[in-house]
């Protein structure tokens, strides 16, 4: 069997197939649940909400043909525009020591 602390959160396919879904569900709120076929690893269940931040995170990393203004094009815009002055006060105090 894999290292238990690898796979704190698990369900065997004889467990899966007696309980059904409310195995899952259960298992699902002490996070990732790995599922072991025969003793061995065989796939990994995520939440909904899991699912969609792990999809989150891969829309915006970084890939080598990123360009630099696509980069910058994909980051989150500030809540509020600041105008040059406010800028160049900011990056000011921030140097100034």
Request: hydrophobic residues 40%; proline residues 7%.
């Amino acid at each position: 069997m894999a290292d238990p602390n690898l796979l704190a959160n698990v369900l065997t396919s004889a467990e899966l197939k007696r309980r059904g879904i409310v195995a899952i569900e259960q298992a699902l709120q002490r996070g990732p649940v790995h599922l072991l076929k025969r003793n061995q690893p065989a796939a990994v269940v995520l939440s909904e909400q899991h699912y969609r931040q792990l999809q989150r995170q891969a829309d915006q990393a970084v890939r080598p043909e990123t360009s630099a203004l696509e980069w910058l094009l994909m980051q989150p815009q500030a809540p509020q525009p600041r105008s040059k002055a406010t800028i160049d006060a900011e990056l000011a105090a921030e140097r100034d020591w």
